[in-house]
């Protein structure tokens, strides 16, 4: 009879124990786990002439990644470099000076300016004039030919940013961004984000195309995938319309990857990144940076 309440009065004590203890174990969320509660999903049909509809690509799933080849940030050669090529307003100049900014704070990385090199390092053999009457350059050569003959030794990025319109190759009409992501090489133009010119009324339109393009193709280096799981800066785009859509936040997804190679305070690049797109009145990026940092309070 005493051992019958013995077990009686002791066996819900640690049935709620039990219970605690999983309750508090559940409630133990990573940064990514609970900033996923974010992630606007993609559209299981898309749309025709996107990305997604002209290209299958593999989801890249964490371990996959982890599996990849990929450049990683190391003593001595841990910062990121822009190389601007050609004759730049000074508004555009203004432009690539938020963009550095905005990278910095994006990869946690220290990140620098070079010297302005000029359109004339471009032979004419790279250069053609496209149907609007607009000079392009050949993209494969301003990796090969200029940006990896410049990259310094401190490097683990460089990044040309060009204001000429850029062809990959001759059945091309262009490209917004060309990169070689086992060399660290990339460059994007700027070209096509103002219409080929820059307005005090286009010119926050403008930075931000630049700063998803050139975060992009930043996080192909560092060995992310097109995205697949969400709404994302690592989404594919085959036009303007295309990036304006897509956010200049990675998802939870992605923004795991790259917390794995570059091993940075999550809190605080949420914190800098508000601060970025409030002084920049980036209103819809800001939006997304509060709704993440309400999930950590």
């Known amino acids: ?146 940006l990896m003959k410049r990259k310094p030794k401190d490097a683990i990025v460089l990044m040309g940013i060009t204001e000429r319109d850029l062809f990959p190759k001759p059945e091309w009409n262009y490209v917004f961004g060309f990169a070689s992501y086992e060399n660290g090489v990339g460059v994007t133009s700027i070209y096509r984000f103002a219409n080929g010119h820059l307005t005090d009324s286009n010119f926050n339109e403008s930075l931000t195309r630049l700063m998803k393009i050139s975060s992009h193709e930043i996080g192909h280096m560092f060995g992310i995938s097109h995205c697949l799981n969400a709404n994302c800066v690592m989404n594919g785009t085959n036009t303007l319309t295309e990036t304006d859509f897509h956010y200049a936040r990675a998802c939870s997804l992605c923004q795991r990857k790259l917390n794995s190679s570059i091993p940075y305070d999550n809190k605080k690049r949420l914190l800098e990144l508000k601060n970025f797109f409030e002084k920049h009145h980036l209103n819809s990026e800001l939006a997304r940076t509060e709704q993440d940092i309400n999930l950590l309070q």
């Open 1 to 146: 009879m005493s051992q019958g309440k013995y077990k009686f009065t002791l066996t819900p004590f640690y049935v709620i124990v039990f219970i605690l203890f999983f309750s508090c174990q559940k409630k133990n969320k990573t940064y990514f786990e609970a900033i996923a509660i974010n992630d606007v999903k993609l559209s299981t049909t898309p749309k025709p002439g996107s990305w997604r509809y002209n290209h299958d690509e593999k989801f890249q799933q964490f371990e996959d990644f982890q599996r990849s080849k990929k450049i990683k940030p190391e003593p001595g050669k841990n910062t990121i470099y822009l190389q601007p090529i050609g004759g730049f307003t000074e508004l555009q100049k203004k432009e690539i000076e938020f963009t550095k900014e905005y990278l910095k704070i994006y990869f946690q990385l220290e990140t620098k300016i070079l010297p302005i090199v000029s359109n004339s390092i471009f032979p004419k053999t790279v250069k053609r004039i496209f149907k609007d009457e607009q000079e392009q350059v050949l993209a494969g050569y301003v990796l090969d030919s200029v």
